[in-house]
């Protein structure tokens, strides 16, 4: 079953705690993104990769952290200094093509909630 | 920076009444306008581009690069068009895909 798996569903850390969200895809992929979703927001860009060993900042960065050593996985770590971490979070993939630009896929998303 | 407005968050329609959907942005070169759409206890996903000037469940949308909008449009609404709306940007070149804030659409009966 082809698609973008978000693991786990649903997530509580403690405060002052990193936490790890997984996103892997199987769609052979390049590019591949993290969202956070608040009510009355949208969604804002934390990072995106258009390749592996390579990431950009998106407009919400600070507090978070990313890496793509495979061009399956892209996990994202909401760290400590993250000032408002409980948030519902969407990973996205999509390829990288000249011309016309592809749809994005996206993941079920993770509910991240901070005690 | 590339920017998307969508200036209301809740819009209420009857069913059979027009809908439209509206949708700003910015960027000082040349992007790509999507719409994706979010059903209940459903992934978000792509449910029209302004490339490809087609209609997808009676919905249109028309770039208008002097009033820099692409608005989205059905003429009869349907029960099952209520969902969550995005607009999205992204310019060509680029990989950064930008969301606006969403519309929540809710058709009455």
């Known amino acids: 079953d082809g698609g973008i798996t978000q693991s786990p569903k649903y997530l509580f850390r403690k405060e002052g705690q990193n936490v790890t969200l997984s996103c892997e895809q199987n769609l052979n992929h390049d590019a591949m993104y993290w969202y956070r979703q608040d009510p009355g927001q949208g969604l804002r860009l934390i990072y995106y990769?258009?390749?592996?060993?390579?990431?950009q900042k998106g407009d919400i960065a600070e507090g978070y952290s990313v890496s793509r050593e495979k061009k399956e996985s892209f996990p994202l770590t909401v760290t400590s200094a993250q000032k408002n971490p409980t948030a519902f979070y969407l990973c996205?993939?999509?390829?990288?093509?000249?011309?016309?630009?592809?749809?994005?896929?996206f993941g079920q998303g993770t509910r991240l909630t901070v005690v | 920076a590339q920017r998307v407005t969508q200036p209301e968050k809740l819009l209420s329609v009857f069913k059979g009444a027009p809908v439209e959907l509206k949708c700003n942005y910015s960027y000082s070169g040349s992007p790509e306008l999507f719409w994706y759409v979010q059903y209940s206890r459903q992934r978000l996903q792509l449910l029209l581009r302004h490339i490809s000037r087609e209609s997808i469940k009676g919905f249109t949308a028309d770039l208008n690069k002097g009033e820099t909008s692409f608005h989205l449009k059905k003429p009869f609404a349907q029960e099952e068009d209520s969902a969550m709306y995005y607009c999205?940007?992204?310019?060509?070149?680029?990989?950064?895909?930008?969301f606006g804030t969403g519309t929540r659409l809710t058709i009455i009966p």
């Open positions: 990769s258009q390749i592996v060993n390579d990431f």
């Open positions: 999205a940007l992204a310019p060509f070149g680029n990989e950064k895909l930008t």
């Open positions: 996205a993939s999509k390829p990288v093509r000249q011309g016309q630009i592809p749809e994005a896929f």
